[in-house]
Nanobody, 125 residues
Framework: EVQLVESGGGLVQAGGSLRLSCTTA????????IGWFRQAPGKEREGVSS????????KYADSVKGRFTISSDNAKKTVYLQMNSLKPEDTARYYC??????????????????WGQGTQVTVSS
């Protein structure tokens, strides 16, 4: 059974940092791309970052480049999203998702096969 479980969200002041974790079960990072997405109330889902271990590629949305870093720990089967210099506009529910043999396209969120339940990130000004 495939499971993706996000954790690490919370309330932080602008300029602060959070590290989100996506702990996985039932998938291999060699076969699945892991993506981070976010959705704020009343807004469309937005791709944040993706990690493609098979191709060795990482993608970031322009809005988070230079502030967010995606990484993984194969032994822990976990993908992380380190978020620094947080802004109020980063406030959203953050989801990780897995795409089988995907390309990590941040605009193709319907193409991802499995999703976690999300973790809330709130950045106060």
């Amino acid at each position: 059974e495939v499971q993706l479980v996000e954790s690490g969200g919370g309330l932080v002041q602008a300029g602060g940092s959070l590290r989100l974790s996506c702990t996985t079960a039932g998938i291999s990072f060699d076969d699945y791309v892991i993506g981070w997405f976010r959705q704020a109330p009343g807004k469309e889902r937005e791709g944040v970052s993706s990690l493609n271990k098979r191709h060795g590629t990482i993608k970031y949305a322009d809005s988070v480049k230079g502030r967010f870093t995606i990484s993984s720990d194969n032994a822990k089967k976990t993908v992380y999203l380190q978020m620094n210099s947080l802004k109020p506009e980063d406030t959203a529910r953050y989801y990780c998702a897995a795409e089988y043999y995907g390309l990590g396209d941040l605009t193709n969120w319907p193409g991802y096969d499995y999703w976690g339940q999300g973790t809330q990130v709130t950045v106060s000004s």
